[in-house]
C-alpha cells in the first residue's frame, strides 16, 4: 500500500506484471479495455472497450440510461471500475485520483454545468489555471512569486473567454448568463488546465441550435490551432454527426456499434434501438 500511495502522489501507478497497454499508444490517446461498473446489480458499464484517436473528434451515443455518463466517470477518475484497463497518453489511470488525471492533461466537463455562481465569468475562467504558485504557503506569503503569474493568467483567461465568444460577459456573475453561455464558460475553464484531451458531456443540451453549432465549430477549431482530442456524448446527433471522425454507440451498458457517422447512421440496430424497431 505505501508504494501504491508513493506512485499516486507522483502520478504514477503500480502495475501487475508491467501491465503493457492494450493498443497502441502512438496512435491512440485513449485506450479503454473491457471495463466494467457494477451498482449492486445494475450493470451501468459491461465489458466496454474503445480507442481515441489522437486528434480526433469521437462521439459516444446511446439513450438515456445506457451508461455513457458512468463510462466518463470512469474515465476521468470519479469512479474505480470493477474491473478493466483505462490508458491515457500510455499511462495507465485506472485507480488514479480525478485530479491526478486533470494533471496528466485528461478534462473532463458536465451534463450541467458546474460553475461557482457567485464569482463572475472570468473568474470561473481563470479558476481553472494549474500550477498556481500560490497554492504552497510559502509562495502566498512572498507575493513577488505568485503576482507575476496571476497577471499572465488574466490575460491568457481574457484570450481564453474571447475565443469562446463570452467577452461580452466576462464581468457578469455566473448565475446571470444563460444556460449556452454556462457551457461556454465551463469549456473556457477547461481549456485554462491545457488539456490533451476533452471530455465533453452533451455540449449542446438545452443550447439553440445556431449555438449548439458554434459550439461544436469552436470543438473543431481547439483540435486544428491546439492539437486537442475530444470525446463528446450527444444527443443530438443531427449536429453530432456532422462534426465527428468516429461515433461508439451504447445500449444497457455495451458498446453495440461502432464506425463512421453515415456508417452508424444506417445501422439498422442503431435504428432499433432509438426508434423501437
Same mark, same amino acid.
Given at each position: 500500500?505505501r508504494?501504491?500511495?508513493i506512485?499516486?502522489?507522483?502520478?504514477?501507478?503500480?502495475?501487475?506484471?508491467?501491465?503493457?497497454?492494450?493498443?497502441?499508444?502512438s496512435? *491512440?490517446?485513449?485506450?479503454?479495455?473491457?471495463v466494467? =461498473?457494477?451498482?449492486?446489480g445494475?450493470?451501468?458499464? &459491461?465489458g466496454?472497450?474503445?480507442?481515441?484517436e489522437r486528434?480526433?473528434i469521437?462521439?459516444?451515443?446511446?439513450p438515456n440510461g445506457?451508461?455513457?455518463?458512468t463510462?466518463?466517470?470512469?474515465?476521468?477518475?470519479?469512479?474505480?471500475p &470493477? /474491473?478493466?484497463?483505462? +490508458?491515457?497518453?500510455g499511462?495507465?489511470?485506472?485507480?488514479?485520483?480525478?485530479?491526478?488525471? *486533470? =494533471?496528466?492533461?485528461l478534462?473532463?466537463?458536465?451534463?450541467?454545468?458546474r460553475?461557482w455562481?457567485?464569482?463572475?465569468?472570468?473568474?470561473?475562467v481563470?479558476?481553472?489555471?494549474?500550477?498556481?504558485?500560490?497554492?504552497?504557503l510559502?509562495?502566498?506569503?512572498? +507575493?513577488?512569486r +505568485?503576482?507575476?503569474?496571476?497577471?499572465?493568467?488574466?490575460e491568457?483567461?481574457?484570450d481564453?473567454? /474571447?475565443?469562446?465568444?463570452l467577452?461580452?460577459?466576462?464581468?457578469?456573475m455566473? &448565475?446571470?448568463?444563460?444556460?449556452g453561455?454556462?457551457?461556454?464558460?465551463?469549456l473556457?475553464r477547461?481549456?485554462?488546465?491545457?488539456?490533451?484531451?476533452?471530455?465533453?458531456?452533451?455540449?449542446?443540451a438545452?443550447?439553440?441550435?445556431?449555438?449548439?453549432r458554434?459550439i461544436f465549430?469552436?470543438?473543431?477549431?481547439?483540435?486544428?490551432? =491546439?492539437?486537442?482530442?475530444?470525446?463528446i456524448?450527444?444527443?443530438?446527433?443531427?449536429?453530432?454527426f456532422d462534426?465527428v471522425?468516429?461515433v *461508439?454507440?451504447?445500449?444497457?451498458?455495451?458498446i453495440?456499434a461502432?464506425?463512421?457517422? /453515415?456508417?452508424?447512421?444506417?445501422?439498422?440496430l442503431v435504428?432499433e434501438?432509438?426508434?423501437?424497431?
Open positions: 500500500m508504494l501504491a500511495s506512485l499516486a502522489r507522483l502520478g504514477l501507478q503500480q502495475q501487475v506484471g508491467g501491465g503493457a497497454a492494450p493498443c497502441d499508444t496512435k *491512440y490517446i485513449l485506450c479503454v479495455e473491457n466494467k =461498473k457494477y451498482f449492486g445494475v450493470r451501468a458499464v &459491461d466496454v472497450t474503445l480507442r481515441v486528434g480526433s469521437v462521439g459516444l451515443i446511446g445506457s451508461g455513457k455518463t463510462l466518463f466517470n470512469v474515465i476521468a477518475g470519479y469512479y474505480k &470493477d /474491473a478493466g484497463q483505462v +490508458w491515457f497518453d499511462r495507465r489511470i485506472d485507480g488514479l485520483s480525478p485530479h491526478e488525471i *486533470y =494533471k496528466l492533461g478534462v473532463r466537463t458536465f451534463q450541467t454545468p460553475l455562481r457567485s464569482l463572475t465569468v472570468f473568474e470561473n481563470a479558476g481553472g489555471v494549474k500550477g498556481h504558485p500560490g497554492e504552497m510559502r509562495n502566498a506569503i512572498l +507575493w513577488s +505568485w503576482v507575476p503569474f496571476e497577471l499572465k493568467t488574466g491568457k483567461a481574457l481564453t473567454i /474571447a475565443f469562446v465568444g467577452s461580452p460577459v466576462a464581468g457578469n455566473a &448565475d446571470a448568463i444563460s444556460g453561455q454556462m457551457k461556454l464558460a465551463e473556457g477547461a481549456l485554462m488546465g491545457e488539456p490533451k484531451m476533452l471530455l465533453l458531456d452533451e455540449p449542446a438545452g443550447v439553440n441550435p445556431t449555438l449548439a458554434q465549430e469552436g470543438i473543431v477549431r481547439l483540435r486544428e490551432e =491546439k492539437g486537442i482530442t475530444f470525446l456524448i450527444e444527443h443530438r446527433l443531427e449536429i453530432l462534426y471522425d468516429y *461508439y454507440v451504447m445500449h444497457q451498458g455495451r453495440i461502432e464506425g463512421k457517422p /453515415a456508417e452508424v447512421a444506417e445501422n439498422p435504428a434501438i432509438y426508434l423501437g424497431g
